[in-house]
């Protein structure tokens, strides 16, 4: 099993594409308390994507939750790929303005939406995901304690 793909302080230097298996991105503030901002799966992309185009230290870590396939690609490929395949600019692009979408909406429900809110939206749009991730990383994914969640998850196995 693959552990790390990047460790903050790091050099990114690859977008990395997964065919199988599952990746968090996360970084540990000062208490050494894990905050994950992305759960990468089959299909997705993942890097620190400020590291991977400037070049600078990375602030995230990448690694894998399960036995994982992954392509990567270094910025000068990914800058021939460009070149040499428009339609890819197109794809880059869309990728890009999905990414900032979700981003500002996990944004917005962190802000307002209530511990049991962020728990059934989460489970609502990505059944899956619930079902593939310990209870502890959904929880820092999602902002808050694991008791939390499992406080949500008990009182709404007996709603349902």
């Not at 500002?104 to 962020?118: F, G, N, P, Q, V």
């Not at 209870?135 to 808050?144: C, D, E, K």
């Amino acid at each position: 099993l693959l552990q790390y793909l990047l460790q903050q302080g790091d050099y990114c230097k690859s977008f990395t594409f997964v065919s199988k298996g599952l990746l968090k991105s996360y970084n540990i503030d000062d208490k050494g308390n894990e905050h994950i901002s992305v759960f990468a799966w089959e299909g997705w992309w993942v890097s620190d994507m400020p590291s991977f185009f400037s070049g600078k230290e990375a602030s995230l870590n990448i690694e894998a939750v399960e036995s994982s396939e992954l392509l990567t690609i270094t910025l000068a490929n990914y800058n021939l790929l460009l070149e040499q395949v428009p339609i890819m600019e197109r794809y880059f692009r869309m990728l890009y303005q999905n990414s900032l979408l979700t981003k500002d909406l996990r944004l917005m429900s962190a802000a307002t939406h209530t511990a049991e809110e962020k728990y059934t939206n989460l489970v609502r749009s990505h059944p899956e995901l619930v079902q593939r991730v310990p209870q502890n990383l959904i929880a820092s994914y999602l902002g808050l304690a694991a008791e939390t969640i499992s406080r949500i998850k008990k009182k709404l196995s007996h709603t349902h």
